[in-house]
């Protein structure tokens, strides 16, 4: 009983999903003709019309199915929904070119309308602080541009997008980190911290995880620890503002050490 009811609330979803245009499209009768007339008037209204453009490219395909531009619709109809940038114009457009590299895999569009599908999750990402599904989703799209495809400048294209998402998730996590810091959850931020350090060593905001993770030792009293942080973000990025706040540390350091070692014979003679 629940999965029917799970199956009838995802098919309504999906209803209200489609029901996205708030106007009634038609087709001018000027805009018909042959298959490569409509192809060309379908190219005109794409940026201004997707919606006209998307009936026009599907007239093509129901008229002239075996037509060079009938292939070329297909990938038009995708095109006009990712032209509209809305999530839900998105989610069909990814569905749109994943049908296209699947009835057409060697055709020349191929590896267009499989990058097309990276970009549409790329699209749908949201910021560091926020939910990362679809930065997961495009960089695995992505990797799939340069599994299929190697050596096209669309794989090329795909690794660049890859390093992006990846700056984004690894900010991401190093947030959470800084978060658990603030709130004195020591043991959560150097969990996220070290994984930042693990998955994502091109972060490019390192000197700022170095110093926090020093900082975070040092709140646990793990002096040690921390004066080894401290010391990589001097010696990595001594040109970072972070340098100068980890030399702060250090010294702070230096003086509480040198502090407990003139202590400490004072306690051993106490004790004595």
């Given amino acids: 009983m629940k ?56 007239e093509i395909g129901q008229l002239y199915p075996d037509s060079i531009y009938a292939n070329k619709a297909k990938l038009g109809i995708a095109d006009s929904y990712f032209k509209e940038r809305d999530s839900s114009s998105l989610i069909m457009a990814a569905a749109e070119y994943q049908e296209y590299v699947s009835l057409f895999p060697y055709s020349p569009d191929a590896v267009y309308a499989k990058y097309q599908i990276g970009m549409c999750y790329y699209k749908q990402m949201r910021k560091p ?10 960089i695995k799209a992505f990797e799939g541009v340069i599994q299929q495809y190697p050596g096209t400048p669309e794989a090329g294209e795909a690794r660049k997008k890859i390093d992006e998402c990846r700056q984004v998730l690894a900010t991401h996590y190093f947030r959470i980190g800084y978060y658990n810091y603030l709130m004195k ?39 040690a620890t921390a004066l080894s942080f401290f010391q990589r973000v001097l010696g990595s990025h001594a040109g970072s503002k972070y340098a100068r706040k980890a030399q702060r540390r250090i010294r702070k350091l230096a003086r509480l050490a040198e502090k407990e070692k003139k202590e400490a014979p004072a306690e051993r003679d106490a004790e004595t």
Avoid: W
């Fill in 3 to 58: 999965k029917s009811a799970l199956l009838i609330s995802l098919v309504l979803l999906v209803a209200l999903t489609g029901c996205r245009s708030k106007k009634t499209v038609t087709i001018d009768p000027s805009d018909k003709g042959s298959d490569k007339t409509m192809y060309e008037n379908a190219m005109k209204y794409m940026t201004r019309d997707p919606d006209k453009a998307r009936l026009l490219f599907k």
């Fill in 129 to 138: 602080e926020r939910d990362q599904t679809s930065t997961f989703s495009a």
């Fill in 185 to 223: 959850s020591y043991e959560g931020a150097i969990a996220r911290f070290k994984q930042v350090m693990d998955e994502y060593p091109e972060f490019n905001g390192n000197d700022k995880l170095l110093y926090y993770t020093g900082k975070t030792y040092a709140a646990m009293q793990d002096h």
